[in-house]
């Protein structure tokens, strides 16, 4: 049974559970929702609450709220994922407020979220789950699903309806399981009933989001009814979106600083950095809350920012991350506080993937790849190398790859892009250099690890995972580049093999 106040551990010091009725006798310094809660209206449902979004999304919201500028715009969670049901366990007793805690290296700062209102465990409750969707109250839907959620194929583009998941929904429209079968049985109730369809707004890390989420569900859609596809297609809106806010998994440590710092006792608090941006296509089917208000660049076009950010950010996170574990770091910040590691990472930016992007209307690029070195050198933040590493299968031919295409398409010189896809199979091989063990967390994992072992400094077997790599296969000459720059690795390790990439191009 929860109490309200419990004694830390570490300090000694009380700590006050974080519920609605607790939130005047917190902390001073915690910023706290002043606003009242029982008039947000909440308009939003969000489907895939995690650390990310309510690090994001939700602080925006409660902005909103906060700043007197609109309480007609809170959200409601829904989780689809057996796992879902440790966020539902988290957040319901704590009246689904949780602490934000913003970390840098002259101090932290916390402030507790009231956005979201409620939180649904659709295993538990599908029914109620589907009456939020359908609910005319409901005017936009957003998703944090993952990359890979979408089962969209990186070289195609199609739909992958081969889930046995997905199957039941188009047999069972009316009982689903999936993201997408709620998405479809919510608007076609609507549709029924003379209500206006939802916008699906996407916030995940992804080449055109809202355009993946489109195909996605117009396709599985399809699969059900083309008539009913049709009308998907041309009343929901699908808004591009690029979000960012470095957000690193919740830890143990993280509630315990909570509860020692802050006064709080909170199962789940989310830590994350003070930088956030998110960048939105004015396009809804059914209102938007006034973002711009609260620091939301809303714009006709958000390819330019999207493609910034995925080539620069998760591109140069994900080639860091597996250069990182070779080298035997843990840390993002420890592995940027290696000189040839750092140094790989600005050449990797300036000299391979910069080039390649065109103007972004009010950016500096220059500027912008200098405050991601910075953001990836906050010591506070303590983001691990293997969450980036997480579902690479996924996330390399989403933020690297597409970069490494199109600077062979022009004929540019790709070493460290190259060495990137290098290092990315050597930690499927499962060692460091040291011979210390690498656990890699891949959907995929289990059958890439094994070709990577058995394929040793033979790039080929790997290359014809179609659905990671592509046609990057079919290149002769970079694919002999690769197999080159894994002997490299093999025999000098990732430093000098750095270092050697750096000084001499191709060596």
Same mark, same amino acid.
């Given at each position: 049974?929860?109490?309200?106040?419990?004694? *830390?551990?570490? %300090?000694?010091?009380?700590?006050?559970?974080?519920?609605?009725?607790?939130? !005047?006798?917190? &902390?001073?310094?915690? !910023?706290?929702?002043? $606003?009242?809660?029982?008039?947000?209206?909440?308009a939003?449902?969000?489907?895939?609450?995690?650390?990310?979004?309510?690090?994001?999304? !939700?602080? $925006?919201?409660?902005?909103?709220?906060?700043?007197?500028?609109?309480? /007609?715009?809170?959200?409601?969670?829904i989780g689809l994922l057996p796992q879902d049901r440790r966020m539902a366990d988290a957040l319901l007793p704590q009246d689904c407020l949780y602490t934000v805690v913003e970390r840098e290296g002259d101090g932290d700062s916390a402030r507790v979220i009231g956005a979201l209102t409620d939180y649904v465990f659709a295993p538990d409750q599908p029914e109620r789950a589907l009456d939020l969707l359908a609910s005319p109250e409901t005017r936009i839907v957003s998703l944090t699903i993952t990359e890979g959620g979408y089962l969209l194929d990186d070289t195609t583009g199609e739909f992958d309806a081969d889930y046995p998941t997905l199957r039941a929904d188009l047999e069972n429209p009316g009982s689903p399981q999936t993201v997408f079968g709620y998405l479809c049985a919510a608007l076609a109730r609507r549709r029924a009933a003379g209500t206006a369809p939802f916008t699906v707004l996407s916030c995940d890390n992804l080449q055109g989001n809202g355009d993946a989420a489109r195909r996605a569900l117009t396709s599985f859609a399809r699969l059900r009814d083309a008539e009913f596809a049709d009308w998907i297609e041309s009343e929901v809106a699908f808004p591009n979106s690029m979000v960012d806010r470095i957000t690193p998994q919740t830890t143990d440590d993280d509630r315990r600083l909570v509860a020692a710092s802050f006064g709080i006792v909170d199962t789940w608090p989310v830590v994350t950095e003070p930088f956030r941006q998110w960048v939105l296509e004015d396009r809804f089917s059914n209102g938007r809350p006034p973002l711009e208000a609260v620091g939301v660049q809303l714009v006709p /076009?958000? +390819?330019?920012?999207?493609?910034?950010?995925? @080539?620069l950010l998760n591109g140069s996170h994900q080639a860091l991350a597996y250069l990182g574990l070779l080298a035997g770091y843990e840390y993002v910040h420890e592995a940027l506080a290696d000189d040839v590691i750092q140094g790989f990472l600005v050449r990797l930016m300036e000299d391979e993937v910069g080039p390649l992007l065109s103007p972004v209307p009010g950016i500096d690029l220059t500027q912008y790849q200098s405050t991601l070195i910075e953001r990836f050198s906050n010591p506070a933040i303590a983001d691990?190398?293997?969450?980036?590493?997480? *579902?690479?299968?996924?996330?390399?031919?989403?933020?690297?790859?597409?970069?490494?295409?199109?600077?062979? *398409?022009?004929?540019?010189?790709?070493?460290?892009?190259?060495?990137? =896809?290098?290092?990315?199979?050597?930690?499927?091989?499962?060692?460091? /250099?040291?011979?210390r063990p690498?656990?890699?967390? /891949?959907?995929?994992?289990?059958?890439?690890?094994?070709?990577?072992?058995?394929?040793? %400094?033979?790039?080929?077997?790997?290359? +014809?995972?179609?659905?990671?790599?592509? *046609?990057?296969?079919?290149?002769?000459?970079?694919?002999?580049?690769? !197999? @080159? =720059?894994?002997? &490299?690795?093999?025999?000098?390790?990732?430093?000098?093999?750095i270092t050697a990439r750096l000084s001499r191009g191709n060596n």
């Amino acid at each position: 049974m929860d109490t309200p106040a419990s004694r *830390d551990e570490t %300090t000694g010091a009380q700590a006050r559970r974080l519920r609605q009725r607790l939130l !005047a006798d917190l &902390k001073h310094d915690v !910023a706290r929702p002043t $606003y009242d809660r029982a008039r947000l209206h909440p308009a939003i449902v969000h489907i895939g609450v995690g650390g990310f979004h309510r690090a994001h999304q !939700a602080v $925006y919201l409660d902005d909103l709220a906060e700043q007197s500028i609109s309480l /007609d715009w809170g959200e409601q969670g829904i989780g689809l994922l057996p796992q879902d049901r440790r966020m539902a366990d988290a957040l319901l007793p704590q009246d689904c407020l949780y602490t934000v805690v913003e970390r840098e290296g002259d101090g932290d700062s916390a402030r507790v979220i009231g956005a979201l209102t409620d939180y649904v465990f659709a295993p538990d409750q599908p029914e109620r789950a589907l009456d939020l969707l359908a609910s005319p109250e409901t005017r936009i839907v957003s998703l944090t699903i993952t990359e890979g959620g979408y089962l969209l194929d990186d070289t195609t583009g199609e739909f992958d309806a081969d889930y046995p998941t997905l199957r039941a929904d188009l047999e069972n429209p009316g009982s689903p399981q999936t993201v997408f079968g709620y998405l479809c049985a919510a608007l076609a109730r609507r549709r029924a009933a003379g209500t206006a369809p939802f916008t699906v707004l996407s916030c995940d890390n992804l080449q055109g989001n809202g355009d993946a989420a489109r195909r996605a569900l117009t396709s599985f859609a399809r699969l059900r009814d083309a008539e009913f596809a049709d009308w998907i297609e041309s009343e929901v809106a699908f808004p591009n979106s690029m979000v960012d806010r470095i957000t690193p998994q919740t830890t143990d440590d993280d509630r315990r600083l909570v509860a020692a710092s802050f006064g709080i006792v909170d199962t789940w608090p989310v830590v994350t950095e003070p930088f956030r941006q998110w960048v939105l296509e004015d396009r809804f089917s059914n209102g938007r809350p006034p973002l711009e208000a609260v620091g939301v660049q809303l714009v006709p /076009d958000v +390819a330019p920012y999207e493609t910034m950010k995925l @080539r620069l950010l998760n591109g140069s996170h994900q080639a860091l991350a597996y250069l990182g574990l070779l080298a035997g770091y843990e840390y993002v910040h420890e592995a940027l506080a290696d000189d040839v590691i750092q140094g790989f990472l600005v050449r990797l930016m300036e000299d391979e993937v910069g080039p390649l992007l065109s103007p972004v209307p009010g950016i500096d690029l220059t500027q912008y790849q200098s405050t991601l070195i910075e953001r990836f050198s906050n010591p506070a933040i303590a983001d691990t190398l293997a969450r980036l590493a997480t *579902d690479g299968s996924d996330r390399m031919p989403k933020f690297v790859l597409p970069s490494l295409t199109e600077a062979l *398409d022009q004929n540019r010189p790709t070493p460290l892009l190259t060495l990137a =896809v290098a290092a990315h199979i050597r930690c499927l091989q499962g060692a460091d /250099d040291a011979g210390r063990p690498i656990v890699i967390d /891949d959907s995929r994992g289990l059958t890439l690890q094994r070709i990577a072992r058995e394929s040793g %400094t033979d790039p080929r077997p790997l290359l +014809a995972v179609r659905e990671v790599f592509g *046609d990057l296969g079919a290149r002769e000459d970079w694919r002999s580049d690769l !197999a @080159r =720059v894994l002997r &490299k690795l093999d025999d000098n390790g990732v430093r000098q093999t750095i270092t050697a990439r750096l000084s001499r191009g191709n060596n």
